[in-house]
C-alpha cells in the first residue's frame, strides 16, 4: 500500500508547563550581571511601543560617495535618520544576534540586558565570543555571566543554565586562538563549553519555521573557507533540502563589509543562489547593512567590544550597496519571523531602534489539494486468474485536522460482474466473472475533494505461457542517516501457472557499508534503516511458484546528518 502524508507543519512546541517552571525557578533578570552594572542593565532594557503604524528607518543608499555623519549614524543623500524611531511591537519567533561581545565589560552587560528583555525564543553568535584568546580560564566570565539562561547543557559558575539549548555560536578569530586541530579533529575551551551539533565548528540547527546555518570563516578550518571548500559543499547540500521558510547563514568573518578590515574575498560564496535568506558576519566592530542584487548582508560586531570607523567606504565590490552603517554605541539584532515575513532590527544598547528592514514571504501550510491517484498499469489475465491490483494515493494532510482519506475500487464498466478482495484497499485482487475488456476506477476522498484514476483488465480464455513478473523497485533516493525510508514497489503477475503456485515478494541489501533493518521485506511496500552513511543497493524479488524477476534500487544515505532538534520555547510576557 503506498498512502503518503506530507505535512506542512513546524517542530510541536509540546512542553509549556515544564517551560512554565523553569521560568519560576529561573528568572530573567539583571540581577544576574555583575553588581556594578545592574542598574545600568535594568535601564537599558527594551521597551516597545505598540502603536498601530511602524515606523521604518529611511533605506539610505550609500555608493562611493563621501558620506554625511550625524551623531554615529552614517548616511547620504542628506536623508535624516531619527534617534528614537517608533517601532510596533512584532509577533513571531524571536532571535536575538550578538557579535564581538565577550570581553566582560560594562557595554557587554548592557546589551546583554537589553537582549534578556526581548525575551527571545534563542540567541546566535556572529563571533569572538571569547577575548582575548578563547580561553578556559576566561570563557564563563566573557559568555556565561551574561548568556547562561540560554546555553544548555550549562555547566559554569552562573545560574543553571537552560533546560535545552537556545544558544548558537560560531567561531571568531580570537576564539580561534585556543584551538587545535590533527586528523582526529579540533579541541579547545570552546568545544568544552558548548554542545553544538555536527563537528561544532559549522552545524545547522531545524527549528521548522527557521533554519540556522552556522558556518566557520576562520582561514584555519580544517575543511577550508572558499566556495570550492569542504564546508561550502556541506551548506550547499543543506540549504538544498531544507524546507524551512527563512534559512539564516551567519558567520565571523565579512565577505562585505566598509570597516576597519574591509570585505573578504573568499568568503563571497553565491549564499542567495544556494538558497539562504540572509547572511550575517562580525569582525568590524560596527552595525552595516548591505545590499546585494535584492539580497541582504549584515555586519553585527557591536556586541560590547570598542567600536571601529569605517576605513573603506567606497571599496565594496561592484553591485554590492552599503545601505546603514553606524558605529555610535554598542548593541544587538533582533530578528522576527512568522509565516508571512521577517524583520531584522539593530537597536544600540540604550534600547534605540537604528534600523529595520522587512522581507516578505509567505510560508503557511498551503490550501487543501485533492489527492493524487495512480491505478496502475493496465493488465492482460488469463480466467480464472485473480489479477493484483496495486494502486498508489498521495495526499497533503490537509483540511487540517482532516477528515479520514478514504480509498475505494469500483467496476466502471465490463461484461460481467467484478469481486475485490477489499474494496477499500489501494492494494488489492479482483475476481472477473467472465472474459473480455473491464474498466475499473480508484477513488480517494480526503474529506473535502475526491480524485480517481482508471485502468483497464482485460480477461481472456485460453492458454498462455506463464510470463515472469514485472517489478519495480522504485526511483533511486537520497535520504539522511535519521530518515526512514520508504520502499515503493510494484510488482505485476499474469496469474500463471494456473493453478497458481504461492506468489510471493522480498526485499533484500545487494550491496552497502552498512546494516538495513526491513521493517516488513515480504511486502512490496515497506520501509527500511540504515546503521551507517554511504551508497546501498537493494532489492526486490518477486516469484509466482515458477518464475522469479527481480528489480533493484541504489540508496545514498546523505553523510551530512540532519540535526532535529525537539524545542521547547520560553513563555514569557512580552
Known amino acids: 500500500m503506498k498512502i503518503r502524508f506530507f505535512s506542512a507543519g513546524q517542530i510541536g512546541r509540546f512542553a509549556i508547563i515544564i517551560s512554565w517552571i523553569w521560568l519560576l525557578i ?5 540581577a544576574s550581571f555583575p553588581a556594578a552594572d545592574k542598574a545600568a542593565a535594568e535601564s537599558s532594557k527594551l521597551s516597545l511601543c505598540t502603536d498601530s503604524s511602524p515606523h521604518l528607518l529611511s533605506e539610505l543608499h550609500i555608493r562611493n560617495e ?8 552614517i548616511y547620504s543623500d542628506r536623508g535624516i535618520a531619527p534617534q528614537s524611531p517608533k517601532s510596533t511591537q512584532l509577533n513571531g519567533f524571536r532571535i536575538a544576534v550578538i557579535g564581538d561581545f565577550g570581553n566582560g565589560s560594562s557595554n557587554e552587560a548592557l546589551v546583554a540586558a537589553m537582549v534578556a528583555g526581548w525575551y527571545p525564543d534563542i540567541v546566535l553568535t556572529t563571533g569572538d565570543n571569547n577575548y582575548p584568546d578563547g580561553a578556559a580560564a576566561t570563557i564563563d566570565e566573557k559568555i556565561g555571566q551574561f548568556y547562561s539562561q540560554f546555553i544548555g547543557n550549562y555547566q559554569g ?3 543553571n543554565g537552560s533546560i535545552v539549548n537556545r544558544f548558537y555560536p560560531s567561531l571568531g578569530n ?3 586562538h585556543s584551538i587545535s586541530c590533527n586528523t582526529g579533529g579540533c579541541s579547545g575551551p570552546y568545544f568544552d563549553y558548548f554542545s553544538l551539533p555536527n563537528n561544532e565548528r559549522y552545524y545547522d540547527v531545524d527549528l521548522g519555521l527557521v533554519h540556522l546555518y552556522a558556518l566557520d570563516s576562520y582561514n584555519s578550518e580544517p575543511d577550508g573557507i572558499d566556495k570550492d571548500s569542504h564546508q561550502a ?3 550547499r547540500s543543506k540549504l538544498s533540502i531544507s524546507d524551512s521558510c527563512f534559512d539564516l547563514v551567519y558567520f565571523h568573518h565579512s565577505p562585505y563589509s566598509s570597516g576597519r578590515h574591509g570585505s573578504i574575498p573568499a568568503l563571497q560564496w553565491p549564499f542567495h543562489e544556494w538558497g539562504a535568506d540572509v547572511v550575517i558576519s562580525a569582525h568590524d566592530h560596527t552595525y552595516e547593512r548591505l545590499d546585494l542584487n535584492g539580497f541582504p548582508y549584515f555586519v553585527n560586531g557591536a556586541g560590547g567590544a570598542s567600536l571601529y570607523e569605517f576605513t573603506n567606504i567606497g ?8 545601505i546603514v552603517r553606524y558605529n555610535q554605541k554598542n548593541g544587538a539584532m533582533l530578528i522576527t519571523a512568522n509565516e508571512e515575513q521577517i524583520t531584522y532590527q539593530f537597536f544600540s544598547l540604550d534600547g534605540q531602534l537604528v534600523d529595520e528592514l522587512t522581507s516578505l514571504k509567505s510560508c503557511g501550510s498551503p490550501g487543501n489539494e485533492a489527492p493524487i491517484v495512480e491505478a496502475g498499469s493496465d493488465q492482460t489475465v488469463i480466467l480464472p486468474a485473480s489479477p493484483s491490483l496495486d ?5 497533503d494532510g490537509q483540511p487540517n485536522p482532516p477528515g479520514e482519506l478514504t480509498t475505494s475500487w469500483s467496476l466502471v464498466s465490463g461484461p460481467g460482474s467484478v469481486t475485490f478482495a477489499d474494496a477499500s484497499a489501494v492494494d488489492t485482487k479482483a475476481t472477473f466473472s467472465t472474459e473480455g475488456a473491464y474498466l475499473l476506477r480508484l477513488t480517494a476522498n480526503d474529506g473535502t475533494f475526491d480524485s480517481f484514476d482508471e485502468l483497464t483488465v482485460t480477461m481472456k480464455n485460453g492458454t498462455f505461457t506463464n510470463q515472469e513478473p514485472v517489478v519495480d523497485a522504485g526511483f533511486d533516493q537520497v535520504i539522511d542517516l535519521t530518515e526512514v525510508l520508504n520502499l515503493d514497489g510494484h510488482v505485476h503477475d499474469d496469474g500463471l501457472p494456473y493453478p497458481p503456485g504461492e506468489f510471493s515478494v522480498s526485499w533484500s541489501k545487494v550491496s552497502g557499508p552498512g546494516e538495513v533493518q526491513i521493517a516488513d521485506s515480504t511486502l512490496v511496500d515497506t520501509t527500511a534503516s540504515f546503521s551507517e552513511e554511504g551508497l546501498y543497493l537493494l532489492r526486490l524479488v518477486a516469484d509466482d511458484g515458477d518464475l522469479i524477476s527481480y528489480d ?3 540508496i545514498e544515505v546523505n553523510a551530512f546528518i540532519q540535526d532535529k532538534l525537539i524545542y521547547i520555547p520560553l513563555l514569557a510576557k512580552r
Not at 571599496?315 to 552599503?322: A, D, I, Y
Open 391 to 395: 494502486g498508489t494515493v498521495i495526499d
Open 233 to 235: 559543499a556541506w551548506l
Open 26 to 30: 529561573n528568572p530573567v533578570s539583571a
Open 157 to 159: 559558575s552562573y545560574g
Open 552 to 554: 533493484e534500487v541504489s
Open 315 to 322: 571599496n565594496l565590490p561592484n553591485g554590492v550597496e552599503s
Open 66 to 73: 563621501e558620506p554625511y555623519h550625524e551623531s554615529g549614524l
Open 174 to 176: 580570537h576564539d580561534w
